[in-house]
């Protein structure tokens, strides 16, 4: 071996061990070990529909006793070629929410709900990146299911509407339901969704948990009083239903979300009358402020609002209410 | 002739210079990577064509519940994060420190703000954190805990989106 090949193989030795020390040797990898110092990954329920996928999976960060967070993971969907369906690196088109688990000390409950095509593209592979708990973006693990994800739609549910709430979409995993779907809401204003499936008897058996507003930076969609949204109901924590127990009704509320800061306009039109309705003119739950431009606005302090202002505010927060009986 | 054209240019500027507050607004604060580390509310981009684009309602702990948004500005393109206190409970003593952050994922840039509230955090407190690149996949959290005593199941939720 000349002197020249020698050094090139030694360039390259280094480079490699460069990275390997980096951790990016880590991605990309196929395959569903776990480090011993990483993360610990279980895949639980691996779900799709036409238009929308449930992917809920926990970690172990078992050598992170004290609290770590959520660790950002990348989520994605393949196809048996092993083509990207669907991806979390796609702003707008998936959401993750993480918790911890509770009397599982160190296990963080992960699910993401990805929207796409998968009517005509069904996804047969699910692989998760997650990152250490305190270095994200950092040494990652890369894990692939060993199982399918299922075809899980409720058929009977799809295209259920009661005057301007209607279900384009629905699935059930186990006692979990999740849909896709959209409202006609009073305004493109601010708008969170609260609500509950409620049993024949009328008990409300799950309640409405995480939810979302898929493509919310897709130009239009949050200037739009048509609001569509994924949305999740777990088993009602104080009143769980059997497990035979079926829904026979949803109920769907909406409130308007204070915002941090309100246009002068907006205030003076909406909020203003109902702060002296309630004799609270002069409180000083809102503070005026001048932007550089000149705009005025009347912001909420961190802190937030005290009880009475908000329920002062309820005529204006409060939104439509829609009951859909189950099939 | 020539006083009268310069009354006329001069009423021209003076009427661009006083519109109304609205009119002189040229555009967003800020767009995108330029709003990181701002606080919305002294920016145009907090105000009610805001959103909450992702929530959970049931985001429980040892302390109770909290609810966590990810809050973001279509008109600046940023992102946010805001928590709030759904309810509280005894154990080992009661909240007393609420905090939020936002990550951007891959740029990996976090802002984070909390506070401690004496003598215990109550329902309805809230607050959120500077703003981060919207343009950007967007990790918000939340959580409240005992500033003296923090264990694994404080209530505390993060929303990528």
């Known amino acids: ?327 | 002739m020539r006083r009268i054209w310069m009354i006329l240019a001069l009423t021209i500027l003076l009427a661009a210079g006083m519109g109304t507050p609205n009119a002189l607004a040229s555009g967003p604060s800020c767009k995108g990577i330029s709003c990181r580390g701002i606080w919305p509310e002294s920016t145009n981009c907090a105000g009610t064509h805001a959103h909450t684009v992702q929530g959970a309602h049931y985001a429980n702990g040892n302390w109770g519940r909290i609810y966590v948004e990810l809050r973001y500005s279509g008109y600046c393109v940023s992102n946010w994060s805001r928590v709030s206190v759904v309810r509280t409970q005894y154990w080992n003593g009661w909240p007393n420190y609420l905090y939020a952050y936002a990550h951007e994922q891959w740029n990996n840039y976090t802002q984070d703000y909390g506070r401690s509230y004496s003598p215990y955090l109550g329902v309805g407190a809230a607050l959120h954190t500077r703003m981060v690149d919207g343009y950007d996949i967007v990790q918000a959290c939340g959580g409240m805990k005992n500033y003296a005593y923090s264990g694994w199941y404080d209530p505390w939720s993060c929303y990528e989106g």
Request: net charge positive; charged share 15%.
């Open chain 1, 1 to 327: 071996m000349s002197r020249k090949s020698g050094l090139r193989i030694f360039a390259l030795l280094l480079a490699v061990a460069a990275l390997a020390a980096a951790g990016w040797w880590q991605f990309g990898r196929p395959a569903s070990v776990a480090e011993a110092q990483g993360p610990r990954l279980r895949f639980q329920t691996l779900a799709y529909s036409d238009t929308f996928a449930v992917v809920v999976f926990d970690v172990d960060y078992a050598r992170s006793a004290h609290n770590p967070g959520c660790a950002p993971t990348d989520v994605t969907l393949l196809d048996a070629d092993g083509k990207v369906l669907a991806s979390s690196r796609q702003k707008g088109a998936a959401f993750t929410q993480c918790a911890p688990r509770e009397n599982q000390p160190t296990t963080a409950h992960y699910q993401t709900m990805l929207v796409g095509d998968f009517a005509h593209h069904p996804p047969t592979k699910v692989q998760v990146a997650v990152a250490e708990a305190q270095r994200p973006n950092a040494v990652r693990d890369v894990y692939l299911s060993a199982r399918a994800p299922q075809h899980a739609t409720l058929d009977k549910w799809r295209g259920l509407q009661n005057g301007r709430l209607k279900i384009k979409d629905a699935l059930r995993a186990g006692q979990v339901f999740y849909l896709q779907a959209c409202q006609k809401l009073p305004d493109a204003g601010d708008w969170t969704p609260s609500g509950n499936l409620r049993l024949a008897d009328g008990t409300p058996g799950w309640v409405l948990n995480v939810w979302a507003v898929p493509y919310y930076n897709a130009p239009g969609v949050l200037t739009s009083a048509q609001r569509c949204f994924l949305v999740q109901f777990i088993p009602n924590p104080d009143h769980a239903p059997g497990t035979r127990a079926t829904p026979a009704q949803m109920q769907i509320t909406w409130q308007r979300n204070i915002p941090e800061c309100i246009e002068d306009a907006v205030f003076q039109k909406h909020v203003a009358p109902l702060l002296a309705k309630a004799n609270l003119s002069k409180s000083p739950a809102f503070h005026k402020i001048t932007l550089p431009d000149g705009e005025v606005q009347w912001c909420v302090p961190q802190g937030g609002l005290p009880a009475n202002v908000r329920k002062a505010l309820t005529p204006w927060t409060a939104g439509p209410t829609t009951t859909l009986a189950l099939p």
